[in-house]
């Protein structure tokens, strides 16, 4: 898990911004977590810090194309 701070839910796309200084965004989230966390509603949750958990997922058919998807968050 690495540590990041939410930044903003924009047209689809989950912005994250990591202790490293890389911003990272996700295309998608795992149901569970978007059921704990109304990361698309809740500003409350804007520049909150999380321990974030993420796989990449690639499509079969183009190696260079990279999904990033949250599978859990845990609040700091």
């Given amino acids: 898990m690495r540590t990041a701070v939410f ?3 924009k047209n689809g796309y989950f912005t994250f911004w990591f202790e490293n200084g890389e911003e ?7 149901p ?3 059921k704990q966390f ?5 500003k409350s949750l804007i520049d909150q ?3 974030v958990s993420f796989v990449e997922l690639y ?3 183009d190696d260079d ?6 599978e859990s968050l845990k609040p700091i």
Avoid: N, T
């Avoid at 194309?65 to 949250?70: D, G, K, M, P, T």
């Fill in 7 to 9: 930044k903003s839910y």
């Fill in 59 to 61: 499509e079969d058919d």
């Fill in 24 to 30: 990272l965004v996700f295309e998608e989230v795992h």
């Fill in 32 to 34: 569970r977590v978007l």
């Fill in 38 to 42: 109304d990361l698309k509603h809740d």
């Fill in 65 to 70: 194309l990279v999904i990033y998807r949250i």
């Fill in 49 to 51: 810090e999380f321990k």
